[in-house]
Nanobody
Framework: QVQLMESGGGFVQAGGSLRLSCAAS????????FDWYRQAPGKQREFVAT???????DYTDSVKGRFTISRENAKNTIALQMNSLKPEDTAVYYC?????????WGQGTQVTVSS
């Protein structure tokens, strides 16, 4: 059974940093492509970052140079390091993985950035 659990969210002032974690169970994070998405109040869920099995990353333009996605094999987690946070980064952040046509999501973690 595949399960994802996000953690690390919180309240931070603009310019601050947070590190989110997505802990996976039932699978090895080394074998799949993982994504981070976010959903702000009243808005659709949007793509934030992706990490392939070969270590290739990609980001939405608004977070390039500020966010870094990485794989922590020893912990079987996917991390999202977020620096220079802005109020517009405020959202619930979710990780996901697609396996054999099924998409699995975690429950999300809230990030709030004050101005």
């Amino acid at each position: 059974q595949v399960q994802l659990m996000e953690s690390g969210g919180g309240f931070v002032q603009a310019g601050g940093s947070l590190r989110l974690s997505c802990a996976a169970s039932g699978i090895s994070v080394n074998n799949y492509i993982f994504d981070w998405y976010r959903q702000a109040p009243g808005k659709q869920r949007e793509f934030v970052a992706t990490l392939t099995t070969s270590g290739v990353t990609d980001y939405t333009d608004s977070v390039k140079g500020r966010f870094t996605i990485s794989r922590e094999n020893a912990k079987n987690t996917i991390a999202l390091q977020m620096n220079s946070l802005k109020p517009e980064d405020t959202a619930v952040y979710y990780c996901n993985v697609a396996i054999n046509g099924n998409i699995y999501w975690g429950q999300g973690t809230q990030v709030t950035v004050s101005s």
